[in-house]
């Protein structure tokens, strides 16, 4: 094959790919509206492959086998347990990557790649069902790419364990390179899992609940404003639509239109000012408990080795085992995100090996100043 046809072949199964997932995604999906749209979506990338599929065949290059690859199995595995929302945020940025791999190869493929931006779109917009009133149209702003929902708890909980972990690392790290006790680097590493694990919950639940309370002022006051100058909160949500692409008519009607719903109005310039979604806030309890138990697990990680063992050893197997974890967390995300593999396992470990070896290198010449 010469290079033309590899790109070809790559684009090929790429574009089975997307067809799989989407598939799967139908398949589990409970809301119709969604299984429709991703019936839709996959329907669309069938007749890209089919157009590859048929270059390929007039180069006299037979085409390999139509099966998902693993990372397609795996999202639709995720999907099928989680729901769609736990999996989308993970394929939009993979539909702008595709996008622009083809406007880079032009010709045909310039035509898929407006597809492949439409398709992001739809996507984007199917986060609570597709919009179907001018306050839906214009407060529905990409909200799974902010990691909300599922794919949130799920992104926080690998973010929660790892910042945990790493935390933890550096702390014993720090303590065993000073020479102190065996049983001292025990207690701060305990110590370490129980005052990070509350801080983290501290601070998520005052997060949220913080959150909270600010949109419900901020809608309070939108409320208040659209009630007593309505007609500067109009030429605002004008300035709004307009800066979405709608002409200046067309913002002035829609402003005109969802003010006559004040509560829709106030609720869309919350969002538009503040970048907050009131449907997707979350509980300040439920934030704080999850954040406690993943920080918890992550920073328990690097303690294990020095309940069995001390010294060297017990160090070794620490940064091993954390390292071992990092590696594999790292590499999970980047299966199922595809940005590769290798690359996220070693920016991982490379970071925390950063982190970690300058702490102990701290910790030894601190410890060689006191003694």
Same mark, same amino acid.
């Given at each position: 094959m010469n290079p033309r046809t590899d790109l070809w072949l790559q684009n090929l199964v790429d574009e089975r790919d997307g067809a799989a997932l989407y598939e799967g995604l139908a398949r589990h999906e409970r809301d119709a509206a969604k299984a429709a749209s991703f019936r839709e979506l996959a329907l669309a990338e069938r007749r890209h492959a089919e157009l590859w599929q048929r270059k390929l065949e007039r180069e006299g290059v037979t085409p390999p086998p139509?099966?998902?690859?693993?990372?397609?199995?795996a999202l639709i595995w995720l999907a099928r347990r989680l729901g769609s929302d736990a999996v989308v945020p993970m394929i939009l940025d993979a539909e702008a990557g595709d996008a622009d791999k083809?406007?880079?190869q032009g010709g045909d493929a310039?035509?898929?790649?407006?597809?492949?931006?439409?398709?992001?779109?739809?996507?984007?917009?199917?986060?609570?069902?597709?919009?179907?009133?001018?306050r839906g149209l214009i407060a529905v702003r990409e909200r799974w790419h902010g990691a909300s929902g599922r794919a949130g708890s799920i992104r926080a909980a690998i973010f929660g364990m790892n910042d945990g972990l790493l935390s933890n690392l550096s702390l014993i790290l720090g303590v065993a390179g000073a020479g102190v006790e065996p049983h001292a680097v025990v207690v701060t590493?305990?110590?370490?899992? #129980?005052?990070?694990?509350?801080?983290?919950?501290?601070?998520e639940y005052t997060s949220v609940a913080s959150q909270r309370d600010? #949109?419900?002022?901020?809608?309070?006051?939108?409320?208040?404003?659209?009630?007593?100058?309505?007609?500067e909160e109009a030429a605002e949500l004008a300035l709004i639509f307009k800066g979405k692409g709608l002409s200046t008519e067309q913002a002035s009607r829609t402003a005109a239109e969802l003010l006559k719903n004040p509560a829709a109005a106030a609720d869309t310039l919350v969002r538009e000012e503040l970048g907050l979604d009131p449907d997707d806030l979350g509980s300040p309890g439920g934030a704080a408990l999850s954040s406690f138990a993943m920080f918890a697990l992550g920073a328990a990680i690097p303690v294990v080795p020095f309940l069995v063992?001390?010294?060297?050893?017990?160090?070794?197997?620490?940064?091993a085992l954390a390292f071992g974890v990092l590696a594999g967390v790292g590499g999970l995300v980047g299966f199922l995100a595809g940005t590769g593999v290798v690359r996220s396992s070693l920016r991982m470990v490379g970071l925390a090996a950063l982190a970690a070896g300058?702490?102990?290198?701290?910790?030894?010449?601190?410890?060689?100043?006191?003694r």
């Amino acid at each position: 094959m010469n290079p033309r046809t590899d790109l070809w072949l790559q684009n090929l199964v790429d574009e089975r790919d997307g067809a799989a997932l989407y598939e799967g995604l139908a398949r589990h999906e409970r809301d119709a509206a969604k299984a429709a749209s991703f019936r839709e979506l996959a329907l669309a990338e069938r007749r890209h492959a089919e157009l590859w599929q048929r270059k390929l065949e007039r180069e006299g290059v037979t085409p390999p086998p139509d099966r998902p690859s693993s990372r397609i199995r795996a999202l639709i595995w995720l999907a099928r347990r989680l729901g769609s929302d736990a999996v989308v945020p993970m394929i939009l940025d993979a539909e702008a990557g595709d996008a622009d791999k083809y406007d880079a190869q032009g010709g045909d493929a310039t035509a898929i790649a407006a597809e492949e931006r439409a398709h992001r779109v739809v996507l984007a917009g199917m986060g609570e069902g597709k919009p179907t009133d001018a306050r839906g149209l214009i407060a529905v702003r990409e909200r799974w790419h902010g990691a909300s929902g599922r794919a949130g708890s799920i992104r926080a909980a690998i973010f929660g364990m790892n910042d945990g972990l790493l935390s933890n690392l550096s702390l014993i790290l720090g303590v065993a390179g000073a020479g102190v006790e065996p049983h001292a680097v025990v207690v701060t590493g305990l110590a370490g899992v #129980l005052a990070g694990a509350f801080s983290m919950a501290a601070g998520e639940y005052t997060s949220v609940a913080s959150q909270r309370d600010l #949109l419900a002022r901020q809608v309070a006051l939108e409320e208040r404003e659209i009630e007593e100058a309505p007609e500067e909160e109009a030429a605002e949500l004008a300035l709004i639509f307009k800066g979405k692409g709608l002409s200046t008519e067309q913002a002035s009607r829609t402003a005109a239109e969802l003010l006559k719903n004040p509560a829709a109005a106030a609720d869309t310039l919350v969002r538009e000012e503040l970048g907050l979604d009131p449907d997707d806030l979350g509980s300040p309890g439920g934030a704080a408990l999850s954040s406690f138990a993943m920080f918890a697990l992550g920073a328990a990680i690097p303690v294990v080795p020095f309940l069995v063992t001390s010294g060297a050893a017990a160090v070794a197997a620490s940064v091993a085992l954390a390292f071992g974890v990092l590696a594999g967390v790292g590499g999970l995300v980047g299966f199922l995100a595809g940005t590769g593999v290798v690359r996220s396992s070693l920016r991982m470990v490379g970071l925390a090996a950063l982190a970690a070896g300058v702490t102990y290198a701290v910790g030894r010449g601190i410890g060689a100043a006191v003694r």
